[in-house]
Nanobody, 124 residues
């Protein structure tokens, strides 16, 4: 079992930055690729970014490419999401999760353990 706890969310003005953290316990996340998703009320949870086990490979949704950066520190058992140039449409609850597939990263079904989420609100 892996327990994931997200933090770092909050209220920020458009154009600002936030850094989300996802701290894991119970098992080393070095065995997993990791992903970030986000969800707004009434909408499906959507893929944001994914990082390989070593951190050497990253993938981003087109909507955040060039603005968000996913990274990890396996020694600290933590994954990060640096969010810059935030827009009101980035407002959502952000979740981290362990990616149990080596090839599929965009589907919820490819992720096994999830955190409880952290709210990000971007004001215009």
């Amino acid at each position: 079992q892996v327990q994931l706890v997200e933090s770092g969310g909050g209220l920020v003005q458009a154009g600002g930055s936030l850094r989300l953290s996802c701290a894991a316990s119970g098992r080393s996340i070095s065995n997993y690729a990791m992903g970030w998703f986000r969800q707004t009320p009434g909408k499906e949870r959507e893929f944001v970014a994914r990082i390989s086990r070593s951190g050497g490979s990253t993938i981003y949704a087109d909507s955040v490419k060039g603005r968000f950066t996913i990274s990890r520190d396996n020694a600290k058992n933590t994954v990060y999401l640096q969010m810059n140039s935030l827009k009101p449409e980035d407002t959502a609850v952000y979740y981290c999760a362990t990616n149990s597939s080596s090839t599929i990263y965009y589907s919820l079904n490819a992720y096994s353990y999830w955190g409880q989420g952290t709210q990000v609100t971007v004001s215009s």
